[in-house]
Nanobody, 116 residues
Framework: QVQLVESGGGLVQPGGSLTLACVGS????????MEWFRQAPGKNPEVVARIFSTGHTNYTDSIVKGRFTISRDNAKNTVYLQMNSLKSEDTAMYLC?????????WGRGTQVHVSS
């Protein structure tokens, strides 16, 4: 059974940090590209960051602006999103996606709320 389980969300003050984790199981994790998406209420989902099986990364610069770092630990079947200098506009559900054409798996998400 394939699973992607996110964790690490919560309530944080503006300027604070969080590290999200997504653990995959039931598929060959190391061979998949992993992505973090987010969806705020009333808005379309948007990709935040991507890390390929090679370790190459790319980011949506308009969102990240040097504040976030995606990484993966294939030995733990885990992808991380380190988020620093959080702003209120980062408030959203953050979801993990695994992709290897033509297969896509999604997690259920972890909620991040940035507020003072």
């Amino acid at each position: 059974q394939v699973q992607l389980v996110e964790s690490g969300g919560g309530l944080v003050q503006p300027g604070g940090s969080l590290t999200l984790a997504c653990v995959g199981s039931g598929f060959p994790f190391s061979t998949y590209a992993m992505e973090w998406f987010r969806q705020a209420p009333g808005k379309n989902p948007e990709v935040v960051a991507r890390i390929f099986s090679t370790g190459h990364t790319n980011y949506t610069d308009s969102i990240v602006k040097g504040r976030f770092t995606i990484s993966r630990d294939n030995a733990k079947n885990t992808v991380y999103l380190q988020m620093n200098s959080l702003k209120s506009e980062d408030t959203a559900m953050y979801l993990c996606k695994a992709e290897k054409w033509p297969t896509i798996y999604w997690g259920r998400g972890t909620q991040v709320h940035v507020s003072s």
